[in-house]
């Protein structure tokens, strides 16, 4: 089922209000009770929670750029491509719902991260996981929304894939 106007407007902003409050809620929860750098582990090391506050971009990339090109590049450049895809995923009104609520969960993600690049200078990430030889970099909630709406965007593609070879199929 795909939703139309008001409707439509209201689903998004209220996932885009999910993804950001649950982000906020935790990064909060991680300055106020947590000490810079302090680690707790759970599950036989598996899980180490931990506050580290991010001045670049993925796994840090950026820390070290010097202004302006730090602004434009961890700053602008992000705002520009959250307002497009925000843009993109209201406007397009023949938008499979997996890839909408994909969309508007990267774009939740994003501006919970550029919120706090912007309010406190840096990214508040306080997640790891390890399991044997593989592990993550730290993290936070915003970064799982993106993840998760990158992972919802590559189902949308393979399954309009299959949709697509389908019809074509039933074409012959």
């Not at 929860?29 to 971009?57: K, S, W």
């Not at 991260?113 to 840096?122: E, Q, T, V």
Request: proline share 2%.
């Amino acid at each position: 089922m795909k939703l139309k106007g008001a409707y439509r407007v209201i689903a998004i902003l209220a996932l885009l209000a999910l993804n950001i409050s649950c982000d906020q809620v935790t990064k909060q929860m991680m300055r106020d009770h947590i000490n810079i750098y302090d680690q707790y582990r759970f599950f036989d090391g598996h899980v180490t929670l931990l506050h580290v506050e991010n001045t670049g971009a993925f796994l840090s990339l950026g820390a070290k750029l010097v202004q302006p090109f730090r602004f434009i590049l961890l700053t602008l450049v992000p705002i520009l491509a959250l307002v497009g895809g925000l843009l993109f995923v209201s406007l397009k009104k023949n938008i499979h719902p997996l890839l909408g609520i994909g969309i508007v969960c990267c774009i939740g993600g994003g501006m919970g991260n550029l919120y706090d690049r912007i309010k406190h200078g840096a990214v508040t990430d306080f997640l790891h996981l390890k399991f044997g030889p593989l592990q993550t970099g730290i993290f936070n909630a915003a970064d799982v929304s993106i993840m998760v709406g990158l992972g919802l965007i590559l189902l949308d593609g393979f399954l309009a894939s299959r949709r697509h070879k389908r019809i074509q199929a039933g074409r012959r």
